[in-house]
Each structure stands twice: as C-alpha cells, then as structure tokens.
C-alpha cells in the first residue's frame, strides 16, 4: 500500500467526531495536547447549516426523506441505513440494520437528546441477577464525570431521588403540554412512574450559549445553539484552544503500530483523492462508534497482532448490544377537535416513564423506560400515518381539510427502550470476502434476540395498551404475537449499539482495561459506545460522554506522568 507519510507527530489521533471523539478532542486540547481529528464526513455546523425554521411548503419535497437523509429532508444527521460504496452484511437468517452518520460530529446532529445516566444496578448486573456481566467500574466512578458533563452540556429535568435513576445538576424541565398531561394522569392511575423528561436542551443560558426559544426542531440541528450536538458544543471550543487539527474526508483504515507494539499513528483514506495517508501520533483515541471501531481494529493486523488489535483474546467484535424497542400507538378521542393551543416546546417528549417495576417479580430479568409522542408539531410529508386511520375520515376538498384540523393531534404513542443482555449470538467479524469501495473488508452481523427481551417486549405492549385503554383510546394495531416477536425492533434499530471492545479486568475476556485502554497495546484507547459491557434502561449518549472524560482525563494523567 502506498502511504503518504506526515512529518508531524501529534500526541493524540481521535478517529471520529461524535459524542466521544468530540468529548476527547475537548478534554485533551484543554490539557495542552496537539491532537488530530479524522473525520469521515464533510463539517456540518448547526448554528451555520441547520434548516431550523425553514418552512416545510417551502421545499417541493415537503420535507419527505432522502437517500442520505433518511429521517427526512431537513433532519440535520447525513447517513443512513445504507451508505453507497460502505456496504456491511449479515450472516444467513440475521436481521441487523447498522445506522451510521457521516459528518462532523455524527449522530449528535440528530440524536433525540434524552439524556440519562447509568444507575448503580446498571454497572453490576451479573451481580444482581447473575445474567451477563459486571462493569470493572462503578457508579461512583462514573459520577464525577456526569456531574462535569451536566455543566458543561446543559441538561433540564427534575430531582425525583430514584435510586437507579439518578439526578444531575438539572436546568428547568419545560411543563408538560396537553397530551401529556392526559399520559401522566393515566399514568398514575396506573402505578407507572411518569415525571419530567431528562434532554441535553439548555432551558437557561448557560456558558455563552443561548437558551431554548421552544420552536420544536431539535432533529435539524439548532441554529442558536441550545441542545447538544459535538461540534458545536465541543470541537468549536477544542479548535479555538488552537491545538486542534480537524481532517475531515479522512476514512480511518487501520491503527498502524511499530516494533514494539505500540501504535503508531492511524493510516486513512483522503476520500476527495482516493489516496492513502497516514497521521502519526504517540496516543491513538478510537472514537468511530462502537460497530466502526471494531472495524478498525479488526483490519488492524500485523505479525505482531495477526487477528487484528487488542484483540489477542478473540473478543474484539463481541457482547456486542442494542436497546430493544417496541411501539404502540393509538387514537385518543379527548384530543378530537381541540380547542387551538400553543404547544411549543423542545424538540422531544416533555415527560417520560423511567423503569418502575421490580424484575424479580416479573418473567424477563431487565427494565425499560417509557419515551412518549404525540401532539401538534409542524406537520410535514406524510403526518399523521394517513388520515383514513381516523373514524369516517378521508375523502376530497373541504371534508378532507376540516377532518385533518379535527384529528390533527389525537394521536398519543409509546415507544418502550429496554435492556437487552449480551449473548454468544450477537456479535461482529470481519466479512471474509466483501470489501468498502477503498477495499477496507466491511463488518458482517449475527443476531438473535433471547427469550428476556421478548418477554420484555410483550410487557412494553401490555403496558402501553393498557396506558391507551386508560386515556379512553384505541390502539392502531393489534397485540403482536410471539412468532411475531411481540413486535420487538430488529437489531440495530433502536440505533444504540453498543459492545465490541468492552473493558474489563480479564484481558481474556475484555479489549479494554477499566481506563478504557488497550490490554494489548498501552497508547490506544476506544471512548465511544465500543468498551459498554453492558446496556441499561436508559439511552447510552451521556454514559459515553462521561466515559470518554473520564478517558481523556487518564491519557492526561499518563502523559504528565511520562508513561505514553
Ligand atoms: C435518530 C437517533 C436518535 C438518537 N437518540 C438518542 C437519544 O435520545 N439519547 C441517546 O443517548 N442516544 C441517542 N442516539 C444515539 C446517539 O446518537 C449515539 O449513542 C452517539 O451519537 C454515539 O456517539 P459515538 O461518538 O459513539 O458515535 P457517532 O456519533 O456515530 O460518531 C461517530 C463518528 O465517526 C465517524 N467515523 C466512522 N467511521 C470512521 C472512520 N473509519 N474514519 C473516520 N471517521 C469515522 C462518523 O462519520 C461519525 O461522525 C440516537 C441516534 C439516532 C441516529
Ligand atoms: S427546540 Fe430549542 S434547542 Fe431545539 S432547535 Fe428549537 S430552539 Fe434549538
């Protein structure tokens, strides 16, 4: 292969710029290091390029999706369930979607935003229940660093003292809007926990940034700078410390390492060119997402590392997880014919219902929490799922109009995101025979949820079928059978994977040490989703931002002390 060589050498190379390769590159530019970012997209800054008030009518596509965008026109997120010339592929009989970003700061331009920490449980479930396995770290180790990340980010909800739920330094929460007082009271008619919601959207102004005016579109991006997304909240500050060397275009191929073991640098591909090129560094941060960066490392093979890096155990690919998902929703005829409000708000669920039951006396061993939709957001292509859905409703001209201003909102639904435990079956291995347009071999998926997460997947439908019952509404479809897998997401859908390089204290069982370093090689490190040994009943976003912190703060620790 010919390889451009760099003259430079930085300290650090962070492959990748989302939440963790932005949270890396902030951290370790503020502690004095040169660091080099590659990045496989193009920039994409929210406060420049976001379509935030951009009318839908405005657009000939009223905002219908596209190839690259595929959660609609407008949505900030480039990427996809397929991206050209990237394949990846699935053994026989798997069922695996792998959604990817390509842009600076990947899947934070879109990402709901539900921001919620790991609890103590969720470190050491094997200890409570003896299923899967028990992180090397604890809350309390982890605690620290979600404190850091509240501050800086921003991040609104409520103090409610629920033990595996813990509290942040928390902004206002926004007051519930209508439909979700409706949710709320069913709730608790039913014993369901229901409180604020927990979103990185900043409700006052903090550290020079604006807060949210409640226009709702939190999914283009937000062009005052009042939710998360990586670039703007953390790379634009790390490139003003001047330390920071941004190459984007940059496809990540393989972490080169020398004689000794110890990587090198990274080599990628300039995709304007198609050429290969290579940065060097004394610290290598694999920040890709969890699926991309076993990648990585897999191609990552020398004499010295034949299967690829820290991967001398074979477990570079494996207890690999995603959140499981299942949704209900229904018509609610309270909502008919409302009377004109303004429902503004942030761009995401006022309320949610965190974990309220105990799983010892119930059939499945892991929890879910309950995120909540519904109400009268700018309508856009293809609203409301089709008129006909509602009763007597359809037809032409000023029928048609009047029923859509009738129902318009009387739609409430439930998505329910649980954990899955980790099993033999899921995991990721290189494809022996199909290869990237840059001839990189591509990843190929196996998957098979277990009997938990079905069993977990039938009370999510129970519970949500129940909440709409309750609110005096009809559910839209009926309950899913077992051999229907209770209509349980397919694997990757719910877009959380994580797993891959886990850490752990048995370097024949782990990638990773509890610093999140290589056991093979001391100055690689991963700080995306890639070192989760476990998944929890919450989203993973604020779990992998105070993780790459805490990650960052260690590489610091070890540069001063001269051990990288
Ligand atoms: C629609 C949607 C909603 C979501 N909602 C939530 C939510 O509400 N709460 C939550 O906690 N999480 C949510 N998530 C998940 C969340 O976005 C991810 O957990 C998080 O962004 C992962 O961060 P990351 O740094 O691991 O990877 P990413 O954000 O995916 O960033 C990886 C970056 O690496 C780059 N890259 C990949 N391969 C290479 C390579 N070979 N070389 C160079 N660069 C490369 C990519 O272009 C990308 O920019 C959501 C995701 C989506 C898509
Ligand atoms: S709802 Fe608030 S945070 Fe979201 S895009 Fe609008 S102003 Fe920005």
Redesign the pocket.
């Known amino acids: 292969m010919q390889v451009q060589p760099r003259t430079t050498t930085y300290d650090v190379c962070i492959?990748?710029?989302?939440?963790?390769?932005g949270m890396a590159a902030y951290v370790l530019t503020r502690a004095g290091a040169n660091v080099v970012m590659?990045?496989?997209?193009p920039e994409w800054w929210a406060t420049k390029d976001s379509a935030m008030l951009m009318p839908t009518a405005q657009s000939p596509r009223r905002g219908r999706a596209t190839r690259t965008r595929p959660?609609g026109e407008f949505d900030a997120?480039d990427g996809g369930w397929q991206i050209d010339g990237e394949p990846y592929t699935r053994a026989p009989g798997t069922t695996f979607d792998w959604?990817?970003?390509?842009?600076?700061?990947?899947?934070?331009n879109?990402?709901?935003?539900?921001?919620l920490r790991f609890g103590p449980d969720d470190f050491k479930g094997k200890s409570r229940d003896g299923l899967g396995d028990d992180w090397p770290i604890s809350y309390e180790d982890v605690a620290p660093y979600y404190d850091r990340v509240d501050e800086l980010v921003g991040v609104f909800g409520s103090r409610e003292g629920l033990r595996n739920h813990p509290d942040g330094n928390f902004l206002p929460p926004p007051k519930p809007r209508c439909y979700e007082m409706l949710v709320k009271k069913a709730s608790d008619k039913l014993g369901v926990t229901c409180i604020p919601s927990r979103l990185s959207i900043i409700t006052k102004s903090i550290n020079g940034r604006q807060a949210c005016h409640y226009c709702g579109q939190c999914n283009r991006g937000c062009r005052t700078n009042s939710n998360f997304s990586s670039p703007e909240v953390l790379i634009r500050p790390a490139m003003k410390t001047g330390k920071l060397r941004l190459l984007t275009g940059?496809?990540?191929r393989e972490v080169t390492v020398g004689d000794d073991g110890l990587a090198t640098g990274v080599s990628?591909i300039d995709k304007a060119t198609g050429e290969d090129r290579h940065v060097r560094a004394r610290v290598v941060v694999l920040?890709?997402?969890?699926g991309?960066s076993a990648r990585?490392l897999l191609n990552s093979k020398s004499s010295r590392f034949p299967q690829g890096l820290a991967n001398s155990g074979g477990v570079v690919g494996k207890y690999m997880t995603d959140t499981t998902g299942a949704d209900v929703s229904g018509f609610i005829p309270a909502l008919v014919d409302h009377v004109p409000h303004n429902e503004d708000g942030v761009g995401g669920m006022h309320v949610y219902m965190p974990w309220w039951l105990d799983n010892k006396k119930l059939g499945f061993p892991r929890g879910y929490h309950i995120e909540v939709w519904g109400g009268l957001g700018q309508p856009s292509y293809g609203f409301g799922g089709g008129i006909t859905r509602y009763p007597g409703a359809g037809g032409y001209g000023k029928k048609l109009k009047a029923d859509y201003r009738k129902y318009y909102g009387a739609t409430i639904g439930f998505s329910g995101r649980g954990e899955q435990i980790p099993n033999d079956d899921c995991y990721a291995e290189l494809d022996p025979t199909v290869v990237d347009q840059w001839g990189i071999p591509v990843l190929r998926f196996h998957w098979k949820w277990s009997e938990h997460e079905y069993n977990q997947a039938k009370h999510m439908q129970e519970t949500f079928r129940a909440l709409i019952a309750e609110m005096g509404g009809t559910v839209f479809s009926p309950m899913p059978t077992r051999e229907q897998g209770y209509g349980i997401a397919a694997g990757g859908r719910i877009?959380?994977e994580l797993g891959c390089v886990i850490m752990g204290d048995d370097p024949t069982r782990s990638a990773l040490n509890r610093n999140c370093q290589a056991h093979d090689c001391k100055n690689l490190f991963v700080a995306?989703?890639g070192p989760f040994v476990s998944q929890a009943d919450k989203?993973?976003?604020?779990t992998?931002l105070a993780l790459a912190w805490r990650t960052s703060d260690y590489i610091t620790e070890q540069r001063k002390a001269g051990a990288l």
Do not use: K, Q
Request: charged share 15%; with cysteine; aromatic share 10%.
């Open positions: 492959v990748g710029s989302g939440a963790g390769g590659l990045e496989a997209g959660f997120c959604w990817r970003a390509r842009m600076l700061g990947g899947r934070t879109h990402w709901g935003r539900i921001s940059a496809m990540a990628y920040a890709a997402s969890a991309e990585i877009i959380h995306d989703g989203n993973p976003t604020w992998i």
